[in-house]
C-alpha cells in the first residue's frame, strides 16, 4: 500500500517567510495524480494544487507545487496571515487515494 | 457554481447505523465521481472509497470495506454513505468531495456522534 509521508509535522513561520513543505511517497506517484489541499479549523479542505504543479482556480500565485516520482514539494513564497492553516497531500493510483498525515503551518 | 451540501449532525449508539446525504448542484451529476473522506476529531484525512455517479461502481478503502456502501440517485443529484456497526471510534466528521483524480469541491462535511 502506498504511504504518503509529510514533512515537517509542524512548521513555524512568521508572515512574509517563505515556506516550504515536503511530501515523499514509498513509491513512485504519477505526477497527474497528486495534489495539495489546504484545511482551516472547522472548514472542508480546498484544493490548492493538482497534477503536482497546477494551481487550482482561484489559488494565489504564491502558491507553487513542484516535484515528481516520491519527492513533491509545497511552496508558500510569502506567507499571508490568511495562510497559516494544515496542509495535506494527496495521490491516486490503481482506483486508490492516499492522504498524507499533514503539515501544520503555524504562526511563530 | 458548484455544491455540495451534505446532511445535518446525527448521534447515533454503538452499533447503530447512519446515512448521510450530499446534495449536488451547478454541473452535470454523471461526470464526475464523489469521494467520501473521514475525519476524526483532531486527526488528519481518511480516505473512505468512491462511487461512479454515471454507473454506481463503487471502490472502498480496505479500512471500510464491509461497513460502508455508497449509493447514488441520479434524479435528486444526490449521493449516500451509510455506516453500519458504528463503534465509538467512528465519531468524525464525514466529507464528500468532487473528483477522480483530485477533489476540486467539498461538502461542508458532517458530523456523527457515536456515544452510548
Known amino acids: 500500500e502506498l504511504m504518503l509521508t509529510q514533512s515537517p509535522g509542524t512548521l513555524s513561520l512568521s508572515p512574509g517567510e517563505r515556506a516550504t513543505l515536503s511530501c515523499r511517497a514509498s513509491?513512485?506517484?504519477?505526477?497527474?495524480?497528486l495534489g495539495w489541499y489546504q484545511q482551516k479549523p472547522g472548514q472542508a479542505p480546498r484544493l490548492l494544487i493538482f497534477a503536482a504543479s497546477s494551481r487550482a482556480t482561484g489559488i494565489p500565485d504564491r502558491f507553487s507545487g513542484s516535484g515528481s516520482g516520491t519527492d513533491f514539494t509545497l511552496t508558500i513564497s510569502r506567507l499571508e496571515p490568511e495562510d497559516f492553516a494544515v496542509y495535506y497531500c494527496q495521490q491516486y493510483g490503481n482506483s486508490l487515494y492516499t492522504f498524507g498525515q499533514g503539515t501544520k503551518l503555524e504562526i511563530k | 457554481q458548484v455544491h455540495l451540501v451534505q446532511s445535518g449532525a446525527e448521534v447515533k449508539k454503538p452499533g447503530a447505523s447512519v446515512k448521510v446525504s450530499c446534495k449536488t448542484s451547478?454541473?452535470?451529476?454523471?461526470?464526475?465521481?464523489i469521494q467520501w473522506v473521514r475525519q476524526a476529531p483532531g486527526q488528519g484525512l481518511q480516505w473512505m472509497g468512491w462511487?461512479?455517479?454515471?454507473?454506481?461502481?463503487?471502490k472502498y478503502s480496505q479500512n471500510f470495506q464491509g461497513r460502508v456502501t455508497f449509493t447514488r440517485d441520479t434524479s435528486a443529484t444526490t449521493v449516500y454513505m451509510e455506516m453500519s456497526s458504528l463503534r465509538d471510534d467512528d465519531s468524525a466528521v464525514f466529507f464528500c468531495?468532487?473528483?477522480?483524480?483530485?477533489?476540486?469541491?467539498w461538502g461542508q462535511g458532517t458530523l456523527v456522534t457515536v456515544s452510548s
Open positions: 462511487i461512479n455517479t454515471g454507473d454506481g461502481h463503487t
Open positions: 451547478g454541473y452535470t451529476f454523471t461526470n464526475y465521481a
Open positions: 513509491q513512485s506517484v504519477n505526477s497527474r495524480y
Open positions: 468531495a468532487r473528483g477522480s483524480v483530485t477533489l476540486d469541491y
